[in-house]
């Protein structure tokens, strides 16, 4: 946990940017336009203030890769190298974990099995080597990508993997084996293989590609989907491109996997490839944590360039900058990068870029020639491409899209723009109907285990409680430093606050947790306490009131001439705004108490004295209020 740095580990999934003190970056936990999703250095927490989730940089990892909390643990210590020393697991444990793990223990032991037969393998070297060698690819390459060979026998990976152990079910769901007839045959014989790794290097199904001439048989096939492999949510070479596309902040998208592999030899490693298939929300999700400038490469055949043109609606709606290169005719990227390098592939890439909306306008014109009803459909593709930007985030481009469009299509700009404008009203009501059926018809409890409630968020919780985590969170990060006239920070607010004007039961925990803690071990305890504290709800809690955006407040500003939470004695107006709210509270109770006693007393000395006792209280309210605002007192007079 010392040696993560959240930072590094949090960026080689997300694209983060830096903001004050903090980093912010889209979610990648739910879909979102605008970064809603911090990330403290300096904490070591994450906090999205739109889903809500919250945690330390091991939950992070176990969230975004849907790993067990141990597996997390393990997937850090072979990030950073260390060395875990772990207690002998009983058979229960072990099977419970081979049972979960099944599919991704089997599907490493494949790629491993399929990589040792292209390499170490007389027929592995003459067909599969060859193959590879003959596209120009160099060693370190197919090493890169962990590339494979399937024997032609039939049932070489079959008899291997059942020696094993595995399972024939388990065999045939990961589809790495066919039956026919009760008799098993390996599914990709005769096949170079290609593994297909998630963001993290987990091997999570496998493409294959014929050698031999057959047709009957198909020239790729992918594993079938299951619990690990959806296809929709996966894109080649995420693994191994995943940090150039982060640092030069750009995705080249391709069709094939060869092409990706040639691009990575050739010098252009920000490239994924999509395996033919239109972009899903999902994969768009994935290159979003990345970057949002998207560059798609298309070899210059008409019906693949219609089919993945289908998918970019979608991508102008999630706000990326989409831009299309059509490759020189008879023309792929894995040629291309081999006969005019990374220069000559880049020159040609710039020069040639052009808008998805100028691009679709230029293929659907060839297409349309004189035909007024093709025109017609047309328009109303383009007109319906360009409602799907965020007019309030892309004014300015909408806008040039607008004009460009109606003066290609030689049209009028208010017809292009009412019709536009007509595809958003239709959108809105859409949205709206699904709204009020799922309002009418909500998801049973049971069908939402996938994605919980959150925990209670701070920005929900009444005025009250606001102000006791507000103490909370000044107690934990500030309690260990010193104030005057007092131990400690913690000490003074030891002696000042009264427990019993708690109203928050998790406050009341953890304002007893922590100077139990300091009682047992005769330290303040550290931050980190209470990040990973026992109780989950609590846990989320904490990490959201100490995930506070860097932001001074109104009052702040004017009262202390603070323009920076940075520096040294800040934390002292801190702690005195925090403790204000509790102090004035036990005043104006004081005062309660003492208006009940004075209406049934009757000495005319006691009765003078609990006058001076009433005017020495409203004095001491005065000067709260006049020091912190009248904030706080309206706040307190609330209850």
Not at 17 to 27: L, V
Not at 499 to 519: G, H
């Amino acid at each position: 946990m010392n040696r993560a740095d959240i930072i590094e580990i949090v960026g080689q999934f997300v694209r983060l940017k830096k903001r004050g003190a903090n980093y912010i970056a889209n979610c990648p936990f739910h879909s979102e336009k605008t970064p809603s999703f911090s990330v403290s250095a300096s904490k070591g927490i994450y906090k999205c203030f739109g889903c809500g989730k919250a945690g330390n940089v091991v939950n992070f990892v176990q969230e975004h890769e849907k790993l067990t909390y141990p597996e997390a643990i393990h997937w850090l210590a072979d990030y950073y190298k260390i060395a875990l020393e772990e207690t002998e697991r009983s058979q229960e444990q072990i099977q419970h974990h081979q049972v979960e793990e099944a599919l991704r223990i089997l599907n490493e032991y494949a790629a491993k099995f399929f990589n040792e037969s292209l390499l170490q393998t007389e027929e592995g070297q003459n067909i599969g080597l060859s193959y590879f060698k003959q596209r120009g690819l160099r060693k370190e390459i197919i090493d890169r990508f962990h590339l494979g060979y399937n024997a032609e026998d039939g049932q070489s990976f079959y008899k291997e993997a059942t020696q094993k152990g595995y399972t024939t079910e388990l065999l045939e769901k990961a589809g790495l084996i066919k039956n026919r007839n009760g008799q098993f045959f390996d599914n990709y014989r005769g096949r170079v293989i290609f593994p297909i790794q998630n963001m993290t290097g987990r091997v999570l199904g496998f493409g294959a590609r014929i050698l031999k001439s057959n047709d009957k048989a198909p020239k790729y096939i992918n594993s079938p989907e299951n619990e690990l492999y959806v296809k929709s949510k996966v894109l080649y070479g995420m693994f191994q491109s995943r940090q150039a596309i982060n640092k030069q902040d750009e995705c080249f998208l391709v069709e094939g996997y060869t092409d990706v592999i040639s691009l990575h030899q050739g010098g252009v490693e920000n490239v994924l490839a999509s395996s033919g298939t239109s972009l899903t929300e999902d994969q768009l999700r994935l290159i979003g944590q990345l970057t949002k400038n998207l560059t798609i490469l298309y070899d210059g055949d008409a019906a693949g360039v219609k089919a993945a043109l289908r998918g970019l609606d979608m991508a102008l709606s999630q706000s990326f900058n989409v831009k299309l290169v059509l490759l020189p005719e008879g023309e792929d990227p894995d040629s291309f990068i081999q006969k005019q390098g990374s220069s000559g592939f880049h020159e040609y890439v710039k020069s040639n870029k052009q808008d998805v909306i100028s691009f679709r306008v230029q293929v659907g014109l060839k297409d349309v020639g004189n035909d007024p009803i093709a025109k017609s459909k047309l328009i109303n593709e383009i007109a319906e491409s360009i409602s799907k930007i965020n007019k309030a985030e892309d004014f300015a481009l909408q806008d040039y899209y607008i004009r460009e469009t109606a003066s290609k299509l030689q049209i009028e700009e208010a017809g292009l723009v009412n019709l536009i404008n007509k595809f958003i009203r239709d959108r809105v009501e859409q949205e709206r109907r699904i709204s009020r059926r799922e309002e009418d018809n909500p998801i049973p409890q049971e069908a939402t285990t996938d994605f919980p409630e959150p925990i209670l968020s701070i920005n929900k919780l009444d005025a009250e409680a606001l102000q006791e985590w507000e103490l909370i969170r000044a107690l934990i990060e500030h309690g260990f430093k010193s104030y005057a006239g007092y131990e400690s920070a913690a000490s003074m607010i030891y002696e000042r606050v009264d427990p019993e004007l708690f109203t928050t039961k998790a406050v009341s925990e953890i304002y007893a947790a922590y100077f139990n803690f300091k009682k047992v071990y005769e330290q303040y305890p550290e931050m980190s306490y209470f990040l990973n504290y026992p109780d989950e709800t609590i846990r989320r809690q904490m990490i959201t009131i100490l995930h506070t955006r860097n932001e001074i407040s109104h009052n702040w500003k004017e009262l202390y001439q603070i323009e920076s939470l940075n520096g040294e004695h800040n934390y002292l107006n801190e702690l005195d705004s925090a403790l204000s709210y509790f102090e004035l509270k036990k005043i104006l109770k004081m005062q309660e108490e003492l208006t009940q006693h004075f209406r049934t007393e009757t000495d005319p000395e006691k009765i003078q004295l609990l006058q001076r006792k009433f005017l020495a209280l409203r004095n001491s309210e005065k000067e709260i209020v006049s020091k912190h605002g009248t904030v706080v007192l309206s706040l307190v007079k609330k209850k």
